[in-house]
C-alpha cells in the first residue's frame, strides 16, 4: 500500500485548499479512503471519507459544509477540498483506507492556516 499525499502549504484565514492523493499498490475502487488530520498537540481525527465508487461520502459534523471529499477512480486519486480554512484547522492531513483513524495512512501534507 503506498499513499502519497500533496496540495498543502500556507493559506491565510478564508482560504481554500485542494489536497489530492494518489494510491496504489492496492484495489483501489473497492477500498473506503479516507482523509484524517492531527492538529498540533492532538490526537488523529478523521475529517471524511467516500466508499469505493465515491457515490457515499461523509464528512464529520464540524466540517461539514467546508471540506468535501471526491475521487477518481481512474486516476487512483481521492481528493479533500477545503473551503473557508480557519487558524484551527492547521495540521497534517493524512490520506488513509477505511473509515475511521485505524487504517494504513501516507506521510501527511502539512496545512497551515494563519494570517
Known amino acids: 500500500v503506498q499513499l502519497v499525499e500533496s496540495g498543502g502549504g500556507l493559506v491565510q484565514p478564508g482560504g481554500a485548499l485542494r489536497l489530492s492523493c494518489v494510491a496504489s499498490g492496492f484495489a483501489f475502487s473497492r477500498t473506503v479512503m479516507s482523509w484524517v488530520r492531527q492538529c498540533p498537540g492532538k490526537e488523529v481525527e478523521w475529517v471524511a471519507g467516500?466508499?469505493?465508487?465515491?457515490?457515499?461520502?461523509k464528512v464529520v459534523d464540524s466540517l461539514r459544509g467546508r471540506f468535501a471529499i471526491s475521487r477518481d477512480n481512474a486516476k487512483n486519486m481521492v481528493y479533500l477540498q477545503m473551503n473557508d480554512l480557519r487558524l484551527d484547522d492547521t495540521a497534517v492531513y493524512y490520506c488513509?483506507?477505511?473509515w475511521g483513524t485505524g487504517g494504513p495512512r501516507g506521510q501527511g501534507t502539512q496545512v497551515t492556516v494563519s494570517s
Open positions: 488513509a483506507q477505511f
Open positions: 467516500s466508499n469505493g465508487d465515491g457515490s457515499s461520502t
